[in-house]
């Protein structure tokens, strides 16, 4: 059995705009079912996408709050969240940040949005990927400002916090291992043992029956 994916729902508020496009929402899903299928056996983070961030200084909810695409906190229960409430989680803020870039919001991605992860959330890894160019940057945080994270030979850039690769395959944003597998989705992963028992002249259905 897969994790439950942790995305927006009608009753929940965001200061973000409505995903602009299906690749958009595409793209968020799959990196949050990615990365929750990865780590199935944790139970020590939380992952999800367009879900309100509240950082009031003044612990109020009418004020301070943004919704990142996809974000990861580390060291925390896993649990579902309305929201995520810094205050309440003993002032942590993500350690993992990606956005989705589109016309509307690529300006404030790359400016404002890219000032508050660095100087108020203190942010680890940034990271913005625009699905329709295939534009793609990464940041580390060293020394209190964002430094500009180096591709490798594969063009795939290294999250420290995750201990995972971000780099485009098949036109999307994935994550793959420090040895350089692909991170798949649980449905890719019933693909691959079905051809490995296929390889093995086994066929699947009559395990399953």
Known sequence: MTEDVIVPSSDLLSDEPPMETYLHLQQMILLIKCLE??????IDFFAAGNLTIYYSPRQRKSEHFRGPDFFVVLDVEKKPRKSWVVWEEGGKYPN???EILSPTTAETDRGLKKEIYQDIFRTPDYFWFDPETLEFQGFQL????YQTIEPNENGWLWSKQLGLYLGIYHD???FFTPEGKLVLTPEETA???VNKLQELGINPDEISS
Do not use: F, K, N, P
């Open 37 to 42: 299928w990865y780590w199935r056996d944790r």
């Open 96 to 98: 993992v940040i990606v």
């Open 142 to 145: 060293m020394a209190g400002q």
């Open 172 to 174: 999307q944003l994935r």
């Open 191 to 193: 693909e691959h043992l």
